[in-house]
């Protein structure tokens, strides 16, 4: 519970201080109960007192433009059109770099060139690559699982760009009642990823969630990850004319947690696997990578959101042939997913997808499949406006994302039933995005006037 936001909302509400007071009390002492009442009591007070402290501030530095569209409204983080929406906002605000593959093209991770070194002539050609990638939400209480599955989620989002990892790092925040183990226990997940594929967590940082102000246990956190690349795979390389590869997926912190809050936990042991990381690492040491135009995950949105990320950012058609898609989904993740009506195709599977010329596919999926790893293909890119579709025995299908990723717990389940006016809340997202740019550019020139004045 955030008693500051608690506190911050009543006394907005107009309801008086004494009563504020007494209720942040009893919220408190649900969460404190060896606490003394005195504690508890000037705790109440001193949340009172920060939160008049810091109401009715304004300007740059301590306002910002509303959207008055919440997170959860949006679906931020449920990977669908309004979280693909809210991402290209962020990437309207960050601008076109000097990257070598920058946000704007909404990749899976970064690239930078690796700057000259003094005395060395020449340029090396190798680029930097950089990802990182949060916690799945609902492993709060699952610290080992949410460690292992975050990390292999952002060493897949290095490999993918066609960069080895070379390090990891680690950031987590645990809210004030959290068990400290939390910690030890996460971090054990990330190392056990990690030290697998001889890639060393280096550094990191850990935190509470809200300080002092936020009471319970929760958990979140992200893990990032460093490679070196020589040739880069980024989306951008896909071509009309490639065939696209797909390999065997059993999911990741998705299907766990899909499993775990359904009830059936058994599954979970089918997303404690390396064979993404092993067959990136049998691609990278085969010439056949050369080969390789673009690699990406199957997680954002399943493949529904992936295709059309993948065709948006190469200006192509994706077709996407079902029939071929199902066989790769391994079988206890299959059925789970077939048993609790949730759409294979809208929620991550981990899988690794290529895109290649079709002489050249044979070459790239035989190393793959040394490494015992299933893969074939799945689909094909063609030229025309840019768009996915699907093909079934009807026919071809629209394949673009839906709102959110496929409910695949009990409460996103009740989530998905509320309408929501979309074109509206696009709206005034944009216009909170353009809000913050303004404010941007508003303050590099005020960094500069200082730096001229000084």
Known sequence: ?????????????????????????????????????????????AVITEVKN????????????????????????SRGTGDFFAHRQIARIIGHTAATVGVDEMDDGGAVPV???????????????????????????????????????????VYVMGARPILLFSDIHVADSGDVAKIFDYTAGVCAVGESVGVPLVSGS??????????????????????????LTARRETRPGDVILMTEGAGGGTIATTALYSGFPEVVEQTINLQFLQACEALMASPALLKVHAMTDVTNGGLRGDAHELAATAGCRVIIDEAKVQGLVQEDVNELLEHLSIDYLGVSLDALLITARPADAPAIMDPIRDA????????????GESGAFLRTEEGLHDFTPRFREAAYTPVKKVVDTREKDFTRMKRAVEDAALAALEKKERMIRRLRRKEQAG
């Open 1 to 45: 519970m955030d008693v500051e936001e608690y506190a911050r909302k009543a006394l907005a509400g107009g309801s008086g201080e004494e009563a504020v007071r007494k209720r942040l009390e009893r919220c408190i002492r649900q969460f404190k109960p060896d606490a003394d009442s005195s504690y508890i009591e000037a705790f109440a007070r």
């Open 372 to 383: 015992g790893v299933r893969i074939h293909e799945i689909g094909t890119v063609e030229s």
């Open 115 to 157: 700057p000259q070194v003094p005395g060395v002539a020449g340029d090396t050609g190798l680029k930097v690559v950089c990802s990182v990638d949060g916690m799945h939400s609902r492993l709060s209480d699952f610290p080992f699982l949410a460690g292992f599955h975050v990390t292999r989620a952002t060493m897949r989002d």
């Open 54 to 77: 810091t109401t009715g501030l304004s300007g740059d530095l301590f306002a910002y433009r509303k959207a008055g569209v919440s997170m959860g409204e949006f679906g931020v983080g």
């Open 206 to 231: 850990t935190l509470r969630i809200g300080g002092d102000m936020v009471l319970g246990s929760r958990m979140t956190g992200c893990v990032g990850a460093v490679g070196i690349a020589s040739h």
